[in-house]
């Protein structure tokens, strides 16, 4: 092989590997929007998820009783109205 064969056949690799990572992929297109159940039901997930990490924390002794009294009730609060819009919606 000749050095300008060699200059070509690198050029060609290098245009090559700029096109594999820099072409657009169409990975928007195929993404679906969210409904608002779907935001919802993520959403119940991340308080369930906060609700066992303040137990926990609790019981590490991390968080005094008051503290934790009013962190639990206003995220149950929070699941409660979230789980009654979630019914509505479904029932729908």
């Given at each position: 092989m000749t050095n300008v064969q060699g200059e070509w056949a690198g050029l060609f690799l290098?245009?090559?590997?700029?096109?594999?990572?820099?072409?657009?992929?169409?990975?928007?297109?195929?993404?679906?929007?969210?409904?608002?159940?779907?935001?919802?039901?993520?959403?119940?997930?991340?308080?369930?998820?906060?609700?066992?990490d303040l137990n926990f924390e609790y019981r590490a002794g991390k968080y005094p009783e008051e503290d934790f009294a009013v962190q639990r009730s206003q995220l149950e609060n929070e699941a409660a109205v979230l789980l009654a819009e979630i019914d509505q919606l479904e029932q729908a």
């Open positions: 290098a245009l090559a590997l700029f096109v594999y990572i820099f072409w657009p992929e169409n990975v928007f297109a195929s993404q679906r929007e969210k409904s608002r159940l779907d935001f919802l039901l993520e959403r119940k997930d991340q308080l369930y998820e906060n609700l066992r």
